[in-house]
């Protein structure tokens, strides 16, 4: 970890008296210690979901699913209720406390996880990932906000490469603990407790759903960053003040003023949002099939699942991270709308290992060109993140990440189910799944960078307009501070006659 000298780094902001004054940036200690929290966090959130997606045929073959309810269960049942409370809470990252908004949602997903072992029967399993869902949707606009107050621009990308950590070792790990988990207690009895049958497999969700409480009570303790004015207010951007009606604050909290300046600017964001829309159907349904695809297709068993896919997974997202972040600088020495371009280049990739994989002859090759994928997967998250942070304005941007995150988190969702219809409705055979993974990553994928790439031209010339504003914003600083030390002089002088 850095040094706890403050960096130089300032940034302007208005203070009571409406003098503008440079605003220091965190100290690197105080900026790293809070990345590293929440790099555990998100570890936490993924490692969780990863072995949960590893129970996928378990959870099946104990309640008597259909794919097509195993594909629910595994997606929208997590994104019902992040359709009613994602911007409210991505709201109160914009009026509170970060940290206690990211204590309080990674508690959730820790407390309700770990009832998940108790659940009895598939809705009771449906009400819990709903509650998930919903803590979910506080970690990453409180995060991301908190990120963008303790980073200076030029070091965001690193930071945000940075906290693909959490997701890489939550997903790796997932896979390799989960499978060896799953393989530890498949020949347990099932515990008889007040009245609950509690089956081998969900003593595993008891366990898993703990450190979540732990990280909570640490976010407590961090120290929350200034918030940082943007050098010029967009008026698209205004939010409601406190002379505004109840009804207007109301649908301010609720994300309609956010929408609203987001469709303004529609052209910048939409393409984006799309694409990652698009995208995280195929990506997010790919990974929570990916386990019953290994069975059924190649008959491997979750235990040899992980131990061969962990190590690569691993391997894999570490270069793309490291991909992610070199890639994006090395355009960005080029391009002012490297971010998007970037995200584009890497979403082709994507495509065509996603629509191969499942077509390879063996469980090794498979796996592979899995993690080939998974490379420029990591290495395209950096860029659309940092694109997103780089134009959301400091009033909205909780809510406009929010908004952003839900196309992931709700189409991502549906993702599982999608593949799970197809296979289950069209080809019918639960040993085809892997013809509909191949055809929805055909259609979904090359339409999703087709999107990305409509974004690079919008997305530049907002860049431009905002370094315009930027660059005007100082100058007016600086002449307001030359002229106010000009008075100072001019009034000392006439003391000294």
């Not at 072995?51 to 378990?58: D, I, L, Q, S, Y």
């Not at 997967?377 to 908004?403: D, H, K, L, Y």
Request: charged share 15%.
């Amino acid at each position: 970890m850095a040094g706890g000298a403050p960096v130089h780094h300032t940034t302007t902001v208005e203070n009571p008296d409406n003098i503008k004054v440079a605003q220091p940036w965190p100290s690197n200690t105080a900026a790293y210690g809070s990345l590293a929290i929440i790099i555990v966090a998100t570890f936490i959130n993924f490692f969780d979901a990863t072995v949960f997606g590893m129970m996928a045929e378990r959870i099946k073959t104990t309640f008597d699913l259909s794919d097509e309810q195993l594909g629910f269960l595994g997606g929208p049942a997590n994104v019902i209720f992040y359709m009613f409370v994602g911007i409210p809470i991505a709201r109160l990252a914009d009026i509170y406390p970060r940290k206690y908004v990211l204590a309080g949602g990674i508690s959730i997903i820790g407390a309700v996880t770990a009832l998940g072992g108790l659940a009895q029967n598939f809705w009771q399993f449906v009400a819990t990932r709903m509650f998930v869902g919903a803590g979910g949707s506080a970690h990453a606009p409180a995060s991301y906000s908190m990120l963008a107050d303790s980073f200076p621009p030029k070091k965001i990308t690193r930071a945000f490469a940075l906290l693909q950590l959490g997701f890489i070792g939550g997903t790796t790990l997932g896979v390799y603990f989960g499978g060896m988990m799953i393989g530890y207690v498949s020949d347990m009895e099932s515990i008889q407790w007040m009245g609950l049958t509690i089956h081998n497999w969900q003593l595993i969700l008891l366990v898993i759903g703990m450190p979540g409480l732990l990280i909570g009570g640490i976010f407590l303790l961090l120290k929350e960053p200034v918030r940082r004015m943007p050098p010029s207010t967009d008026a698209v951007f205004e939010v409601a003040d406190k002379s505004a009606p109840m009804s207007k604050k109301v649908l301010t909290f609720m994300g309609l003023d956010a929408a609203k300046a987001i469709n303004v600017k529609g052209a910048v964001y939409y393409p984006l949002f799309i694409g990652l829309a698009l995208s995280a159907i195929e990506s997010q349904g790919l990974a929570f099939w990916r386990t019953p695809f290994m069975i059924r297709t190649y008959g491997w068993d979750e235990a040899q699942i992980g131990q061969v896919m962990a190590p690569m997974i691993l391997a894999a997202s570490l270069i793309g991270m490291v991909l992610g972040g070199v890639f994006v600088e090395w355009l960005a020495k080029r391009y002012k709308d490297a971010n998007v371009r970037a995200a584009t280049i890497l979403f082709a990739c994507v495509s065509v290992c996603s629509i191969a994989a499942p077509m390879m002859p063996t469980g090794e090759s498979s796996l592979i060109v899995m993690s080939i994928g998974a490379v420029f997967g990591i290495a395209g998250a950096v860029p659309q993140n940092a694109a997103i942070q780089r134009i959301a304005p400091q009033a909205m941007r909780g809510q406009v990440t929010a908004i952003y995150l839900f196309m992931f988190t709700f189409f991502g969702a549906m993702g599982s189910m999608v593949i799970g219809t197809v296979a289950q409705r069209i080809f019918v055979d639960p040993q085809d799944l892997w013809k509909a993974m191949v055809s929805t990553a055909a259609i979904l994928l090359p339409l999703a960078t087709y999107s990305m790439y409509r974004g690079i031209k919008p997305y530049r010339e907002e860049i431009e307009r905002m370094e315009a504003a930027e660059a005007e914003a100082l100058a007016a600083a600086e002449a307001q501070k030359a002229v106010q030390e000009a008075a100072a002089v001019t009034t000392t002088e006439g003391k000294g006659i």
